[in-house]
């Protein structure tokens, strides 16, 4: 990556940084993480992320590491529907996977090599009986025995040791108050932490990149709704979205911000997820991204940030921090994610019934998505609202923009006679009109 490329990514990740200090973010990862050696890299990630402020749980899984153990006891391997019958034999065996991959998660998180992502890293991981467990019972005729759900998770302590900037382990392993153990599956785990800590997000890795369609591109954003009715119209969904994706959605539904499923398999994809703005793999949303709302003054630097490339290029009429902060109550902004991504200010000639829509604005990594028409609706509502029976525009760049979404043409001496006296020569700036 060239300084010009690596500069122009970092000042595009700023956003995230800022926006992710203080967060609660929970992991879950299989077992197959350590077996394939990949668990390494991702401790790189990690510490980057403890690094910036994050709040980190990670959920382990073990099933490979167990079916290693049962197959060197010659014990029978059984489930149902999808779920591990925890006999004695199996039990005692996920105990031994449990220790094993506790043990080198701790070793792996806690290297400091000299010239390594994890060179003075000093990460703390913590784990314990914070998860209280039941056992699942009966299944289709069978018993699964010690194979249980999660009853409750320990908020208050994981918060706890959050707070004291702890990296938090936790093990597909529940405890009832009468000490006994159950085996959980880690999407349970995963799904009532990040539901109890109300997690800003929840990451699942998987073996593949996302949600898939039917052609064979990324799905790369979803609200719940659209999972639901996907889940109800496709029975052909992978293995690895037929198990994550219902939990997803349970843990959206309960309160969780974001769920991330990515592949495991790609190098950095946990960093690329978070911080571009298309990422890596399918998000799942509660809602839409998108958010309109009046702007406020908090909203002031955002708004310069957006407009000041199409100032240079002579799009738009500069505009001093002064004059916006003196005129935010005519603006109304758009997010993506929490992002603001989009502007436009309507301004009043209430007199004459007439309207100047101003400064509409969409940043350039979220044109083309209908984003300028979303504004332009939320304009027009304001000015039908405010009685107005007409909308006027000033461009010099985009006037075909304007008359295929319904702008006429017309002359200086149709605007506002207030508007008339403000009319630049110098730009001369081609008017347009729309009847409401």
Not at 234 to 261: E, F, K, M, T, W
């Amino acid at each position: 990556m060239s300084s010009t490329a690596f500069v122009h990514w970092f000042r595009a990740a700023a956003p995230y940084i800022h926006a992710f200090r203080g967060k609660t973010f929970v992991l879950a990862f299989g077992g197959e993480v350590l077996v394939d050696d990949q668990f390494t890299r991702l401790a790189h990630d990690l510490n980057l992320l403890n690094s910036l402020g994050v709040r980190l749980v990670l959920v382990h899984g073990v099933r490979p590491q167990v079916e290693a153990h049962l197959t060197e006891r010659q014990a029978e391997i059984r489930y149902v529907d999808g779920l591990r019958v925890t006999d004695e034999n199996a039990l005692a065996c996920v105990k031994e996977a449990v220790g094993e991959v506790r043990v080198e998660i701790e070793a792996l998180l806690s290297m400091g090599l000299p010239d390594s992502p994890m060179a003075n890293a000093d990460i703390r991981v913590v784990s314990g009986n914070f998860v209280t467990a039941r056992p699942l019972g009966v299944r289709n005729g069978v018993d699964l025995l010690h194979t249980g759900v999660v009853r409750k998770i320990n908020a208050a302590a994981i918060r706890q040791r959050l707070e004291d900037n702890d990296m938090v382990l936790l093990s597909p392993l529940g405890y009832s108050p009468t000490g006994e153990i159950f085996n959980l599956s880690l999407e349970d785990v995963a799904s009532a932490a990040a539901t109890a800590l109300k997690a800003d997000k929840l990451v699942f890795l998987m073996e593949e990149d996302g949600i898939l369609l039917d052609d064979g591109d990324l799905l790369r954003s979803l609200t719940v709704p659209e999972a639901e009715q996907l889940m109800a119209e496709h029975n052909d969904l992978s293995d690895d979205v037929a198990y994550y994706l219902p939990c997803a959605i349970l843990a959206c539904r309960q309160g969780v911000s974001r769920v991330h499923l990515i592949n495991r398999h790609v190098d950095g994809a946990l960093l690329s997820e978070l911080f571009t703005h298309d990422g890596v793999g399918t998000m799942l949303a509660p809602a839409s991204l998108e958010t309109l709302r009046p702007a406020s003054i908090e909203d002031v630097g955002g708004i310069l940030q957006l407009i000041s490339p199409l100032e240079e290029d002579g799009t738009l009429v500069r505009r001093s921090r002064e004059r916006l902060e003196m005129e935010i109550e005519r603006f109304i902004v758009l997010e993506h994610d929490g992002r603001l991504i989009g502007c436009a200010a309507l301004y009043p000639f209430a007199e004459e019934r007439a309207g100047e829509l101003a400064c509409l604005t969409i940043h350039r990594d979220f044109r083309g998505n209908g984003n300028g028409e979303m504004l332009l609706e939320a304009v027009e509502k304001a000015a039908r609202a405010a009685r107005f029976d007409r909308l006027y525009v000033l461009t010099t760049h985009t006037a075909h923009w304007f008359v295929e979404r319904g702008f006429a043409s017309a002359s200086v001496s149709d605007l506002p006679a207030q508007k008339q006296t403000l009319y630049n020569y110098q730009r001369r700036s081609k008017v347009f009109v729309k009847h409401l």
